[in-house]
């Protein structure tokens, strides 16, 4: 089965009880046994649902892993990931990193004495020489977020082999359409399905994607331990937005390209980052990495001034945090979504006071570039 196909067919089967072509949502807590010690696969429903299952597997296909495990949310997902560590253990990650995974790093689990180390991931010589002797994970966002950095997944890969690191991709920006990070040789992949792969707004979701079957089992254990689980209709309602994941991607692609040029062009504009312009830095790695850049872009207004001024005169983008949405929507990283960064380490990762970010909808691209050009004529 080619990508499209899998959206919709890969884990997707009729309810073999009356034969309804969508899975059923099993909104249960628990599942009668025929006699002690003998059930249908399934005892208590934050070890394991139907319908979450169903997802599991469709997530695994998608991003040609073997297994999958789904979260109440991304953040639940990311924690649960990050209990496989051990108190002393020593984490590099991406400077530019969700905004919750440094608060829970800095903030959290620092409290469990793990160490969290933020750096550069975009050039390999950065996370080779932050390594300690304590050092067990790199964990990854490429492009990251706002400002579209681009790390080379199979050289990080690579370098994590040898050293007997864990290696971690948050695949959410590109979605397994755009990029697949296990075919470089990443460990493991960590999703926000709030974003993306549900597309549609309306719920929350985490996803975990991973080939190591010792792994998955101790992720499994920590899933029912932790007990972060997604529910059963939130796994539904993630599937229902999985199967239009391609169409839904091949716009929002397109889209961001028109606005990245129109934006490029803008003399009020002084910074634009998407990885599919030319101009970016990294350009032709993520062209190596990528199958097409994504809806999402940062461009830098210069002040925080100007940047307040355009998001009260946007009218089609909406203001807003969070992302992967069929809609258009705008915010301000720096006070938005990088709140939680101190001020000295947000001008350092280019989360400048002017910088907003778009995460471009599949609307018609000629209403969003006329609505950023109303509104950056005021600015
Ligand atoms: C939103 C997001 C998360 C966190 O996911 P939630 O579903 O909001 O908990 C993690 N990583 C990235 C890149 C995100 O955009």
Same mark, same amino acid.
């Given at each position: 089965m080619r990508f499209s196909t899998k959206a919709i067919h890969a884990a997707i089967e009729p309810d073999p009880t009356y034969g309804s072509i969508m899975t059923p949502i099993h909104l249960t807590s628990t599942y009668v046994q025929e006699e002690l010690g003998k059930n249908k696969g399934y005892e208590y429903a934050r070890v394991s649902n139907p319908t979450r299952t169903v997802l599991e597997r469709q997530i695994a296909a998608l991003e040609g892993g073997k297994e999958g495990l789904a979260f109440g949310s991304g953040m639940a997902a990311i924690s649960t990931l990050f209990a496989l560590l051990k108190s002393g253990d020593h984490v590099i990650a991406s400077r530019n990193v969700y905004g919750g995974v440094y608060r829970l790093g800095k903030h959290v689990l620092k409290n469990f004495d793990l160490d969290f180390e933020f750096v550069d991931t975009t050039d390999l010589d950065h996370v080779k020489k932050s390594v300690k002797p304590n050092t067990r994970m790199v964990y990854v966002e490429t492009p990251t977020n706002p400002t579209m950095e681009i790390t080379d997944l199979a050289a990080v890969a690579k370098f994590c082999r040898t +050293?007997?690191?864990? =290696?971690?991709?948050?695949?959410?920006?590109?979605?397994?359409?755009?990029? =697949? %990070?296990?075919?470089?040789?990443?460990?493991?992949?960590?999703? #926000?399905?709030?974003k993306y792969l549900n597309g549609h707004s309306d719920m929350l979701g985490?996803?975990?994607?991973?080939?190591? #079957? +010792?792994?998955?089992?101790?992720?499994?254990?920590?899933?029912? =331990?932790?007990? !972060?689980?997604?529910?059963?209709?939130?796994?539904?309602?993630?599937?229902? !937005?999985?199967?239009?994941?391609?169409?839904?991607?091949?716009?929002?692609?397109?889209?961001?390209?028109?606005?990245?040029?129109?934006?490029?062009?803008?003399?009020?504009?002084?910074?634009?980052?998407? %990885? &599919?312009?030319? *101009?970016? %830095?990294?350009?032709?790695?993520?062209?190596?990495?990528?199958? &097409?850049?994504? &809806?999402?872009?940062?461009?830098?207004?210069?002040?925080?001034?100007?940047?307040?001024?355009?998001?009260? $005169?946007? +009218?089609?983008? =909406?203001?807003?945090?969070?992302?992967?949405?069929?809609?258009?929507?705008? *915010?301000? %990283?720096?006070?938005?979504?990088?709140? *939680?960064?101190?001020?000295?380490? $947000?001008?350092?990762? !280019?989360?400048?006071?002017?910088?907003?970010?778009? #995460?471009?909808?599949?609307?018609?691209v000629e209403d969003i570039i006329a609505d950023l050009k109303q509104a950056l004529a005021g600015v």
């Open positions: +050293k007997g690191f864990i =290696s971690v991709v948050d695949n959410t920006f590109a979605t397994p359409y755009l990029q =697949s %990070p296990l075919a470089f040789g990443i460990d493991i992949i960590v999703h #926000s399905a709030t985490g996803l975990i994607v991973l080939n190591d #079957s +010792k792994v998955t089992e101790q992720l499994r254990f920590l899933q029912k =331990s932790i007990g !972060g689980i997604m529910s059963p209709f939130e796994a539904w309602m993630c599937l229902r !937005g999985i199967k239009t994941l391609v169409v839904r991607m091949d716009r929002h692609n397109r889209n961001a390209i028109d606005v990245a040029a129109f934006l490029n062009k803008h003399r009020k504009v002084r910074k634009v980052n998407y %990885p &599919g312009l030319v *101009s970016h %830095p990294q350009h032709r790695l993520a062209t190596k990495q990528m199958r &097409g850049f994504g &809806g999402m872009i940062a461009f830098d207004l210069g002040t925080l001034e100007k940047a307040k001024s355009l998001l009260k $005169r946007v +009218k089609l983008c =909406s203001l807003a945090e969070s992302l992967g949405g069929v809609e258009t929507l705008i *915010s301000h %990283p720096a006070t938005m979504t990088h709140a *939680s960064i101190p001020a000295e380490e $947000r001008k350092k990762i !280019g989360v400048t006071d002017g910088l907003v970010r778009l #995460s471009v909808g599949i609307e018609d």
